[in-house]
């Protein structure tokens, strides 16, 4: 079939009127216009494009300054880390056992994922149990927080 394109060159509407060629101004607009109104029985009935909670507020976002994450480290990590602390100024080595502070580092806990050897003196606001198991069973003590109170939790 010819185009008509050439035929209404030269003309504003191509004969379809004033409105109805306008984009998809026949059919109520694009995307989720009219779903107030023209649209609003098709939403309520097609719950498969979860439409139907298009209006209203639903769910709630903590503010950011309220949420915080703690930085947290595992056994092994600090195994492998051990040397890049004391370069870093973390650390110091007296023979072969290490004081580390973590608090310092920025480091929030001390989790128990992985194994030690090294002898380890921690400095940490909170350990897990498995963390502290493992550091004193290598050998190593932590300091800085109460074993009673993180037992309790």
């Given amino acids: ?41 098709q939403m309520l009935k097609n719950d498969k494009a979860n439409h139907s909670k298009y209006f209203g507020h639903y769910g709630f976002k903590r503010p950011q300054c309220t949420v915080s994450a703690n930085s947290t480290l595992n056994v092994k990590e600090l195994e492998e880390q051990l040397e890049r602390f004391v370069s870093l100024g973390f650390a110091t080595k007296n023979g072969d056992v290490y004081d580390v502070n973590l608090t310092e580092a920025g480091i929030d806990k001390l989790l128990g994922n992985g194994n030690i050897v090294s002898k380890v003196n921690v400095t940490v606001s909170e350990a897990s149990e498995s963390a502290v198991e493992k550091i004193k069973a290598a050998g190593g003590s932590i300091v800085g927080f109460d074993e009673e109170e993180a037992a309790e939790e």
Wanted: proline content about 2%.
């Fill in 1 to 41: 079939m010819p185009s008509r394109t050439k035929k209404f060159r030269g003309s504003r509407t191509h004969g379809r009127g004033k409105k109805s060629g306008r984009g998809a101004g026949i059919i109520g607009g694009h995307g989720m216009a009219g779903y107030s109104k023209t649209k609003k029985i």
